[in-house]
């Protein structure tokens, strides 16, 4: 009892030290429960939207997926003849039974041909309106479609693009164009899960995406009175006798939430990956403030042990006020998550995805967790401060309090530092010398892992190096108050060390990942300089086929010389050591595709596999399956009948472009797939006639205006597109950072605070005999820059060494190219001055204010 009254009067009397390691844990507690609460309210909006949109039973026609449509390669849904609905319709337990037709390969254009598609990456949806939609969709405006120029649009597609009725939009399918007038505006009786949905009248939609009528991609089926589910799933299958999918409502909505819960659990994952940064972060600020409390305290607990406390008492006094520093740092971090959450869906529901609140989903594991990994991470934190109170002896209260237990770091710190970051290195070296990648990224984990703690291990014994080199670069020029800050920064090694490390963590990941990002986009910048050899690709962003008509107009457009069609698609390939490899990708292309791409042959000439009945294969598949020229490989194409192909060529299994590709030619595949069945185009590549190349980009452009779903790209757009692609995954990887950087440069503000309390006597004695208020505050602000710059510097050049040995890595999957982006890595180390004197602003502040008769007689 006495130890915790004795810890409750010393947590209450240095809250105010304690505020910002209070706020290092809120920050980190309130990452973890808002993405857990974020996450959780997700999985529970779309498993009440699968909930209410699934019919009792659902029929499906063959090759369709367990969530619904799958659209085949050749860009239509597939269907099942109207005569199923009265077969379904006659089975025993079915109250009704409804044909449905939908399609999500689609793109729908207003009047001026702008996209009406979703940005925030949800599907466009054009279906017939039926029975069991109009379950969860209400209509608000106008009326259903009735004919083939009407059409009906949900109401959050409808103000977002500022739709109304009478308005004229086009549906682009790969049968074509169909263009209506909007006629109903209808809106989500459940949540909006952000999708743009477009209903038609069952003849349109049967017409506009799939091109013949008396067809439906689904069978919505409803149980009479007293059939269960189950009961009804098996009359049905039973009265169909085989080929159509045939699931209940739950296994709809379980099939669908799985996918959902997959994507959100990588979400998840990812986010609490970071979360753990900041913890990892926080632990330095904790141990930090505890060690400089401890050191703060020395005379005070001198006077407790020569009283009679004993080391346990002293231990457990300050692993206490551990405690209680966790449990309120983890509260807040609870609630603060919690308003996390909500925050996370506001910004989803900005971007096209309405989350209600009444969804907010709270799991009682999920405030334990927080509370549990926030209270743990302190006082294990605050343990080595602890343990060093607890040797404190009673002699000590005869000696100043604040003086450091140690005065640098000792020669067994020093010797596990060396050895932890020499194995560290020794882990780079293998993953730089591996032969596999595979291989490779299991020593570059290791050797992540252990230079990291090397570095954090034996940051004390580098900070008196670096902090003087940085003192004579930095600090001289500002004279004697630079000296003294030099020799202020010099005076704990560990501590500065330690306030180091907590920058370093965060800016040693942001280096390596500007080195792994740059190294990517040099790389793949230097083989489409080696390998493309076309002037233009056409493509779609959104990953939609391309349609004939969007092909015919790329052919017909003016200055351009050659059109080269891509293509794949599945077969099983039975080789000539007996095997047959399922569900086996194959490019159909072109004969221009061998000079729009320089493969590299090991055997061959690609150009002979466009040959009739002819085909190539990649050097490890040929290894792997005893194929050389001349072999002959049976192909069996998913949509068509068996081919024997003759290989014609071995290419090279180190390309970076369509790396492991086996490419045979479309009058090949045609040869063997019904004209119905073929597949749509997925890539166009186009040349210009000789001196044409600006017109034709121009003409290309003009070509696919009614197609905005399709992108012209020349060389250089390419490359652009891109940067701009990795310059985006890595702008939201550093944002998730920041809240380490964040929790860090709490730490230099409280090392600073604690610091000038630590140093209210000598702040004092320095004012009296001269020290100016500006001066005391440079002097503060100058240590703050250069303990900030020392953590950038040790973070920098580790991040650096981390991503080059990534990057080796990468040059095993052919990209081979070595970036330092030095400008980013330039900016972040100057940034990192400016972080050291925004830290420093409110110590410093404080600093300049003190009384200096008070100050001295402080003791």
């Known amino acids: ?16 030290r304690m505020a910002l390691s209070a706020v290092a844990v809120l920050l980190s507690v309130a990452f973890v429960c808002g993405t857990l609460v974020f996450t959780d309210t997700m999985n529970t909006t779309f498993d009440k939207l699968f909930a209410a949109t699934a019919s009792d039973v659902t029929v499906s026609a063959k090759g369709s997926s367990d969530t619904g449509e799958t659209t085949a390669d050749n860009g239509k849904p597939p269907v099942m003849p ?31 041909k702008d996209s009406l598609s979703p940005t925030n990456g949800g599907p466009t949806i054009v279906g017939n309106w039926n029975a069991n939609d109009a379950r969860t969709m209400e209509i608000t405006s106008g009326s259903a479609p009735e004919g083939a120029d009407q059409v009906m649009v949900d109401a959050d597609t409808a103000d977002k693009h500022g739709l109304k009725l009478g308005d004229e939009i086009g549906v682009i399918t790969a049968v074509g164009t169909h263009r209506a007038k909007v006629c109903g505006i209808a809106d989500f009786t459940v949540t909006n899960p952000g999708a743009a949905i477009f209903y038609l009248d069952t003849r349109t939609a049967q017409q506009t995406l799939v091109g013949e009528t008396g067809v439906y991609t689904n069978v919505n089926v409803t149980a009479a009175p007293g059939v269960s589910d189950a009961q009804l799933k098996k009359n049905v299958a039973t009265a169909l006798d085989g080929g159509y999918k045939v699931q209940t409502a739950k296994e709809v909505a379980d099939a669908n939430a799985e996918d959902v819960q997959e994507f959100m659990g990588v979400i998840k994952y990812a986010m609490l990956g970071f979360a753990g940064i900041a913890f990892l972060v926080g632990v330095f600020l904790i141990i930090n403030t505890f060690s400089m409390l401890v050191a703060q305290r020395t005379r005070e607990i001198g006077l407790m042990r020569a009283i009679g ?55 009682w594991t999920t405030p334990v967790v927080g509370l549990v990994l926030g209270v743990v991470v302190t006082v294990l934190a605050a343990y080595l401060p602890a343990r060093r109170a607890g040797k404190v002896s009673p002699m000590a209260a005869l000696r100043d309090a604040g003086a450091p237990a140690d005065a640098k770091a000792g020669a067994v710190r020093a010797v596990l530092g060396v050895l932890l970051t020499g194995a560290g290195g020794a882990g780079l070296y293998l993953a730089a010398a591996a032969d596999k990648a595979s291989e490779g990224a299991l020593w570059l984990g290791a050797g992540v892992v252990l230079s990291l703690i090397g570095f954090v291990v034996i940051g004390p014994l580098l900070a008196g190096a670096v902090v003087r080199v940085l003192g004579v670069i930095v600090l001289r020029m500002f004279g004697p108050v630079g000296r003294m800050a030099e020799r202020n920064a010099l005076r704990n090694p560990r501590r500065t060390g330690a306030t180091g490390a907590a920058l370093m963590i965060g800016l040693a990941l942001v280096a390596c990942l500007s080195v792994v990002g740059s190294s990517m986009v040099a790389s793949a910048t230097e083989e489409l300089d080696k390998s493309v050899g076309t002037d233009f690709i056409v493509q779609s962003d959104s990953g939609q086929l391309i349609t004939p008509q969007a092909v015919e107009a790329v052919k017909a457009a003016d200055g351009v010389d050659r059109v080269t069609e891509y293509k794949w ?45 002819s085909m190539s294969v990649h050097e490890e598949y040929a290894k792997d399956h005893g194929i050389s020229l001349g072999s002959k490989v049976a192909v069996d194409f998913a949509d068509g009948s068996t081919a024997q192909l003759t290989v014609r060529a071995i290419t090279s299994s180190d390309a970076v472009i369509d790396q492991g590709a086996m490419y045979t030619s479309i009058d090949t595949l045609a040869k063997y797939v019904p004209a119905e069945k073929m597949p749509l185009d997925r890539l166009l590549f186009a040349s210009a006639k000789d001196g044409q190349e600006t ?124 970036e330092i982006p030095w400008p980013t890595i330039g900016a972040v180390f100057v940034g990192s001055a400016f972080v050291g004197l925004f830290a420093a602003l409110i110590p410093a502040f404080r600093a300049g204010r003190m009384n200096v008769l008070n100050a001295i007689a402080t003791e």
Do not use: C
Not at 590 to 601: C, F, G, I, N, S
Not at 756 to 774: P, Q
């Open 1 to 16: 009892m006495t130890v915790l009254k004795t810890s409750m009067r010393n947590f209450l009397a240095h809250k105010g």
């Open 695 to 818: 017109a034709a980009y121009t003409a290309l452009k003009a070509a696919l205006d009614d197609y905005p779903q399709y992108s012209v790209r020349d060389q250089t757009d390419y490359k652009e597109a891109l940067k701009d692609q990795i310059g985006q995954l890595l702008n939201m990887i550093y944002g998730l950072l920041a809240l380490a950087i964040i929790v860090a440069i709490l730490g230099v503000v409280n090392t600073l605070a604690l610091s000038v309390v630590e140093r209210t006597r000598e702040i004092g004695l320095m004012r009296a005999i001269g020290l100016s208020r500006r001066q005391l505050r440079r002097m503060i602000r100058l240590e703050s820059v250069v303990i900030a710059l020392f953590g950038a510097l040790l973070g920098l050049g580790l991040g650096m060494g981390w991503g080059a040995t990534a990057q080796q890595l990468l040059a095993l999957e052919g990209l081979n190219v070595l």
């Open 309 to 363: 406390s004993s080391r346990g008492q002293v231990n457990r006094s300050v692993l206490i006020e551990a405690l209680l520093l966790g449990v309120v740092g983890s509260v807040l971090g609870v609630g603060a998550g919690v308003g996390l959450a909500v925050g996370l869906m506001k910004l989803m529901g900005a971007m096209g995805m309405n989350l209600s609140t009444d969804d907010l989903t709270i799991v």
């Open 569 to 613: 698609t599945q077969a099983d390939f039975t080789t000539p050591d007996g095997k047959t490899s399922k569900d086996t990708a194959i490019t159909a292309a072109d004969p221009t595709y061998a000079q729009d791409l320089r493969v590299e042959t090991v055997a061959g000439n690609l150009a002979d596999a466009y040959r009739p009945d």
């Open 82 to 112: 109207a005569s199923v609905v009265d077969e379904v319709g006659k089975a025993d337990g079915v109250k009704s039974a409804e044909g449905t037709v939908f399609s999500t390969s689609v793109t729908v254009i207003d009047a001026d």
